[in-house]
C-alpha cells in the first residue's frame, strides 16, 4: 500500500503590482504529484497613506504569500526534494518527515487568514535553516593539516521560538579520494558550532622536505579541495549526539580550500623497514597540536593487514589516532 501525505509549499516574496511566476515541481517526478485548486492573488499590506506635511520616509518592504501549492508525496522513505523556478534563478528544498502537516486547506469554509497563520508558522518553524558557513583559515598546510569551519545557525530575534536541534555534516573532497566529514551542533547562546576535518598527508603531491635531506623544493601541481555541508535532524533516539538522520537540506558547496606547502620541514623517524614516522618541527605552546603523517611501505614479499603504534608520553601531553583506517586505503 502506498502511504500518501498532504504537505503545503510556500513562497514568499515583496509584494509588486506585477505577476510573478514562480514554477514549482518535485525533484523527481515518481516522489508524488501536485492537487490542482484555485489560486490565491498575492495578499497586499495595509499601507496607511500620510499626510503631504510630514517627511515621507524609506519606501518599506512587505512580505506576502505569492502562492499556496499542495502535493501529495507518495514516497516516504528516502527524503523527498521540492524546487523552486523563477527564470534563471531556481532553489530546492528537503522536505523531513517533521514538516509533513494536515491540510489545512482541506475544509473549503477556512477563510484565508487561517491559511496565511499556519504558512507563518511553518515559516518560524524553518527560521534557523537560516545556516552559514565561515572557513577558519582560507588555506590549508601540510604541517597543520586541520580544516576547521565555523557554522551559524539563524535564530529567532525574539527568542519566542524553541529551538530545533539540527547537525551539520561537513564534507571535504578531493577529485577520486574518499570524501573526509566532520560534523557539529549548533547551540549556545549564539546558535554556534566547528565542525573539523584532518586531511592526509597523502593528498599532498609529492613528499614533504626531510631535515638533513638533499632534495630541494620542488613545484608541485596545485590541488584545491571542495568545502560542502548538509543539514540534518539528530536521530530521535538521543537528540543530543550528532547523529544525521533525515535530511532537511541538501549538500551545499560554500568553498574551495587549497593545499599549500608546510611552512617547515619535516624530522623522519623510521621505526623499521616499513613503518616511518614524520614529525613536523612546529613550536609547540601549551594546548597547541601537533599532527605527525605515518607512513607504511608495503612490499609484496611481505603482507601486514594491522600494525598497533604505542607511545609513552610526558605528563600533560596526550596521544591519540585519527582514523588510521582511512591512511591505510591511500598507502596500500
Not at 512587505?62 to 527524503?79: E, G, K, M
Not at 518527515?97 to 484565508?112: G, K, T, W
Not at 601541481?221 to 538521543?238: C, G, I, K, L, T
Amino acid at each position: 500500500m502506498v502511504s500518501k501525505i498532504s504537505l503545503m509549499v510556500f513562497i514568499l516574496t515583496s509584494y509588486t503590482s506585477a505577476c510573478l511566476c514562480v514554477e514549482v515541481h518535485f525533484e523527481s517526478a515518481e516522489s508524488g504529484f501536485f492537487l490542482k485548486h484555485t489560486r490565491q492573488p498575492p495578499i497586499a499590506p495595509e499601507i496607511s497613506i500620510k499626510s503631504s506635511n510630514v517627511t515621507p520616509s524609506k519606501a518599506q518592504t512587505y512580505d506576502s504569500v505569492l502562492s499556496v501549492d499542495r502535493f501529495t508525496v507518495v514516497q516516504t522513505t528516502q527524503p523527498v526534494s521540492i524546487r523552486a523556478s523563477y527564470g534563471p534563478f531556481s532553489t530546492k528544498q528537503t522536505v523531513p518527515a517533521r514538516y509533513i502537516v494536515p491540510d489545512v486547506l482541506e475544509n473549503q469554509n477556512s477563510n484565508l487568514n487561517n491559511t496565511t497563520a499556519a504558512l507563518i508558522e511553518l515559516q518560524q518553524t524553518n527560521m534557523h535553516l537560516d545556516i552559514s558557513a565561515h572557513l577558519i583559515k582560507p588555506a590549508v598546510s601540510r604541517d597543520s593539516p586541520v580544516v576547521r569551519v565555523l557554522f551559524h545557525a539563524g535564530t529567532d530575534p525574539g527568542g519566542h521560538l524553541q529551538r530545533q536541534k539540527i547537525c551539520v555534516l561537513l564534507h571535504i573532497s578531493l577529485s577520486n579520494q574518499i570524501p573526509l566529514k566532520g560534523r557539529c551542533m549548533p547551540e549556545g547562546e549564539d546558535n554556534v558550532c566547528v565542525a573539523e576535518v584532518i586531511i592526509p598527508s597523502i593528498w599532498w603531491p609529492g613528499n614533504p622536505l626531510v631535515v638533513g635531506s638533499s632534495s630541494t623544493l620542488q613545484k608541485l601541481p596545485h590541488r584545491v579541495m571542495q568545502a560542502s555541508y548538509s543539514v540534518f535532524e539528530p536521530s530521535p533516539r538521543n537528540s543530543e549526539q550528532c547523529e544525521p538522520k533525515v535530511q532537511i537540506q541538501p549538500l551545499t558547496t560554500f568553498a574551495h580550500i587549497p593545499l599549500v606547502a608546510a611552512s617547515v620541514q619535516f624530522k623522519e623517524i623510521r621505526i623499521d623497514e616499513q613503518l616511518t614516522f614524520l614529525l613536523p618541527q612546529n613550536t609547540l605552546y601549551p594546548m597547541s597540536k601537533i599532527y605527525v603523517p605515518v607512513v607504511f611501505h608495503q612490499t609484496q614479499d611481505f603482507t601486514v593487514s594491522a600494525f598497533t603504534i604505542r607511545a609513552r608520553v610526558k605528563a600533560g601531553v596526550n596521544f591519540g589516532c585519527y582514523n588510521i583506517y582511512r591512511l591505510v586505503e591511500y598507502i596500500n
